[in-house]
């Protein structure tokens, strides 16, 4: 039997069989269409089955399926690197592949603690962290996320950290006084600060102004910290932008993507390096080389196909047509607002991410808020999939999704808004 991820294993339904995807949809057995308003966990940023990125598997496959990456490159590999290096305008020198986001944060976690440990300060290991953030789930990733009912059974394998409340949009930013203050403390100890910029995604799509990045890079600079963002959700125009960073204009010493790297298509992440922290590891010294890799390390189907996606993104229209996701969601989400006022609330819109909070009454408003389940089944009767992160329900749908699709998911949001009782 299949274990699926985040799923009880009793009480549940029955997962749902899908059979084929195209453009913003996918096909269950039976033939039925459902608008994938969440891009398949935010990954499809192009679309389901984009006829390019197919292509590129297609030929990649034809020519070369693996090879160890270790003593060995290929074509593809190269080229991620070099439209990665390009796409961030030469901030960082070096690409290291893996093979999804958490690796992708375990890596530029394991790489900040040896650039210490390389400089000669090994006891500069502890990271300053945020409240509401996810970095994933294998055990660096979830030392680096906030308290929540994903890692709590772990707790004790976590390493130690030092978090700090997450200021959302519009709140006052007295955090960053704490911040300063813990850091002036604890100058030796402390690595670096990890954060997801502008948006804490999986805490429930908070989102924060661009001035908390200036001024936490202030702080890192202030006090010779790494600045190490997580852009596995916000990287390749989510945010409406390129990079989330880019809305700040700083620009942090080790950055981590994946999701829209290869649209969805195969698993790929890379950790991009910036010159400071490359440098401290360029030695013939054994004990400075970084012993970290994945059997599938570099994988030329996954680098094929991030070819194809990041000249998907390099295209013109890329970022206009998230620019125009973010104000249709926007004015989706105010009119569910006046029509549900006592029901819903937060409306905010960024790129292509949107989202509102239903009020819960007395009920908790955590990741198991006891609604969830009912609304993404309410949601799949409709022919929409959605997942509403506890009390908020988002969309983040592939970046060309057709009005009508979009129509679609916010009418059955409507209607789930409809029904849903506090
Ligand atoms: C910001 C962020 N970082 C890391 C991860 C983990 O990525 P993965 O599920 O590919 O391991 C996620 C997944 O949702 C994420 O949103």
Same mark, same amino acid.
């Given at each position: 039997?299949?274990?699926?991820?985040?799923?009880?294993?009793?009480?549940?339904?029955?997962?749902?069989?899908?059979?084929?995807?195209?453009?913003?949809?996918?096909?269950?057995?039976?033939?039925?269409?459902?608008?994938?308003?969440?891009?398949?966990?935010?990954?499809?940023?192009?679309?389901?089955?984009?006829? !390019?990125?197919?292509?590129?598997? @297609?030929? !990649?496959?034809?020519?070369?399926?693996?090879?160890?990456?270790?003593?060995?490159?290929?074509?593809?590999?190269?080229?991620?690197?070099?439209? /990665?290096?390009?796409?961030?305008?030469?901030?960082?020198?070096?690409?290291? &592949?893996?093979?999804?986001?958490?690796?992708?944060?375990?890596?530029?976690? $394991?790489?900040?603690? !040896?650039?210490?440990?390389?400089?000669?300060?090994?006891?500069?290991?502890?990271?300053?962290?945020?409240?509401?953030?996810?970095?994933?789930?294998?055990?660096?990733?979830?030392?680096?996320?906030?308290?929540?009912?994903?890692?709590?059974?772990?707790?004790? /394998?976590?390493?130690?950290?030092?978090? &700090?409340?997450?200021?959302?949009?519009?709140?006052?930013?007295?955090? /960053?006084?704490?911040?300063?203050?813990?850091?002036?403390?604890?100058?030796?100890?402390?690595?670096?600060?990890?954060?997801?910029?502008?948006?804490?995604?999986?805490?429930?799509?908070?989102?924060?102004?661009?001035?908390? %990045?200036?001024?936490?890079?202030?702080?890192?600079?202030?006090?010779?910290?790494?600045?190490?963002?997580?852009?596995?959700?916000?990287?390749?125009?989510?945010?409406?932008?390129?990079?989330?960073?880019?809305?700040?204009?700083?620009?942090?010493?080790?950055?981590?993507?994946? $999701?829209? %790297?290869?649209?969805?298509?195969?698993?790929?992440?890379?950790?991009?390096?910036?010159?400071?922290?490359?440098?401290?590891?360029?030695? =013939?010294?054994?004990? $400075?080389?970084?012993?970290?890799?994945?059997?599938?390390?570099? @994988?030329?189907?996954?680098?094929?196909?991030?070819?194809?996606?990041?000249? /998907?993104?390099?295209?013109?229209?890329?970022?206009?047509?998230?620019?125009?996701?973010?104000?249709?969601?926007?004015?989706?989400?105010?009119?569910?607002?006046?029509?549900?006022?006592?029901?819903?609330?937060?409306?905010?819109? %960024?790129?292509?991410?949107?989202?509102?909070?239903?009020?819960?009454?007395?009920?908790?408003?955590?990741?198991?808020?006891?609604?969830?389940?009912?609304?993404?089944?309410?949601?799949?009767?409709?022919?929409?999939?959605?997942?509403?992160?506890?009390?908020?329900?988002?969309?983040?749908?592939?970046? @060309?999704?057709?009005?009508?699709?979009?129509?679609?998911?916010? =009418?059955?949001?409507?209607?789930?808004?409809?029904?849903?009782?506090?």
């Amino acid at each position: 039997m299949i274990w699926h991820p985040f799923t009880a294993q009793l009480g549940g339904e029955a997962p749902l069989k899908i059979s084929r995807a195209e453009r913003e949809y996918v096909f269950d057995v039976e033939g039925r269409r459902y608008v994938d308003a969440i891009a398949s966990w935010w990954t499809v940023i192009h679309g389901h089955n984009h006829p !390019q990125i197919v292509g590129a598997i @297609n030929r !990649q496959l034809a020519e070369l399926d693996h090879v160890i990456f270790a003593g060995f490159t290929h074509e593809s590999a190269e080229l991620v690197d070099r439209a /990665l290096m390009h796409l961030t305008g030469e901030r960082f020198t070096h690409t290291f &592949f893996s093979d999804n986001g958490s690796t992708a944060v375990e890596v530029m976690l $394991k790489l900040a603690v !040896q650039y210490w440990h390389n400089e000669g300060q090994p006891a500069r290991n502890v990271f300053i962290k945020f409240d509401s953030a996810y970095h994933g789930d294998t055990v660096g990733a979830m030392s680096a996320g906030g308290e929540s009912v994903f890692n709590r059974a772990f707790e004790p /394998l976590l390493f130690k950290t030092k978090s &700090f409340r997450y200021p959302q949009q519009d709140a006052d930013l007295t955090v /960053l006084d704490e911040i300063e203050t813990w850091v002036r403390q604890n100058r030796d100890s402390a690595a670096g600060i990890i954060v997801e910029p502008l948006i804490a995604a999986a805490g429930g799509m908070h989102f924060q102004e661009p001035q908390l %990045l200036t001024a936490i890079d202030r702080i890192c600079k202030s006090y010779d910290l790494l600045l190490l963002f997580d852009e596995v959700f916000t990287g390749l125009g989510r945010t409406g932008k390129m990079f989330a960073y880019e809305h700040a204009g700083v620009t942090p010493d080790l950055l981590a993507l994946a $999701k829209g %790297l290869t649209g969805g298509s195969l698993p790929l992440a890379v950790t991009l390096v910036a010159e400071r922290v490359h440098r401290s590891f360029a030695s =013939a010294d054994a004990q $400075k080389t970084f012993y970290h890799g994945h059997t599938m390390s570099g @994988n030329p189907l996954g680098c094929a196909a991030a070819v194809a996606s990041l000249a /998907l993104c390099n295209e013109e229209k890329f970022l206009p047509q998230v620019r125009a996701l973010q104000q249709k969601m926007l004015r989706y989400w105010r009119n569910l607002e006046g029509l549900f006022p006592e029901r819903l609330h937060s409306a905010r819109s %960024l790129g292509a991410v949107s989202a509102a909070n239903l009020h819960t009454g007395s009920a908790a408003a955590g990741y198991t808020f006891r609604h969830g389940a009912e609304m993404r089944r309410q949601a799949l009767a409709e022919g929409v999939i959605l997942r509403p992160l506890g009390n908020v329900i988002y969309v983040t749908p592939p970046y @060309n999704i057709s009005d009508s699709a979009l129509e679609k998911t916010f =009418a059955c949001i409507g209607e789930i808004i409809n029904d849903y009782e506090p």
